[in-house]
């Protein structure tokens, strides 16, 4: 049950982690014409599983990241000028790397929310209301 | 949840500010006859809405500073001593370019908002259930 408890927890940050992501993509899409601005990414999701425990412990890419809520600002901005070059205004931003980068996103808010459900059916398996 | 809307409001200004662009540019294309018409051209800048939204949008248009064109039509009302008149500045190549290009970004726009309404709308699905 605990493990269950802390996997929801872990497929609502994956999530709010890919809402993050989606946020900083439509922003850098929003400016592709801008003079001057520089696309951004969010540090990627990772978590890993620490060797003293054996319960799931996510290690953040940011402190606080498990308060929850959007008051707390989730991402860690970086360049992620790795494709395309920039224009003659200093533009960095690559409408196609963009794009590609937007379907990660929404994969991986799907692949969270999948979680997320399945997580439940397992509870409710384990309540008796499967 | 609150980030996919800030999403969706980045990519309505990022819509909005193509729709100007390419709205100027229409005027341009308008005008290229125009004699003495100088071409408009809109600059976007990023702002930070009141609400820490990201946003773009677009400044006051300038007039474009390329030289008028010089047209000879000795007959026209407007010419000088030597037949010329003034044309307008307006490089339609230039501006059909523009249009085109507004026109692919104002579709990334669209694209990203769509996604981000599919997003939030299947985070809701999980409270359907």
Known sequence: MTENSSLLTAAADASRHAAARQTVIARNIANADTPGFVAQDVVPFSRVMTADTDRFAIRNTRSGHMAGGSGVDPRVVVDSSALGAATPDGNTVSIEDQMVRAADARQQHDLALTLYRKSLDIMRIGLGRG | ?129
Not at chain 2, 71 to 82: C, S
Not at chain 2, 93 to 114: G, W
Request: zero cysteines; glycine letters at 6%; hydrophobic letters at 40%.
């Open chain 2, 1 to 129: 949840m609150s980030d996919l809307l800030s999403a969706m409001q980045s990519s309505v200004s990022g819509m909005t500010a193509q729709s100007t662009r390419l709205r100027v540019s229409s005027e341009n294309i308008a005008n290229a006859d125009t004699p003495g018409y100088h071409g408009k051209m809109v600059r976007f800048q990023e702002t930070i809405g009141a609400d820490g939204t990201a946003r773009v949008s677009t400044a006051a248009p300038e007039l474009s500073n390329q030289a008028v064109e010089r047209i000879y039509a000795p007959g026209h009302p407007l010419a000088d001593a030597e037949g010329y008149y003034d044309g307008s500045n307006v490089s339609l190549m230039v501006e059909i370019a523009d249009a085109r290009q507004a026109q692919r970004s104002y579709e990334a726009n669209l694209k990203m908002f769509d996604q981000a309404r599919a997003m939030s709308s299947s985070l809701l699905d999980l409270l359907r259930r």
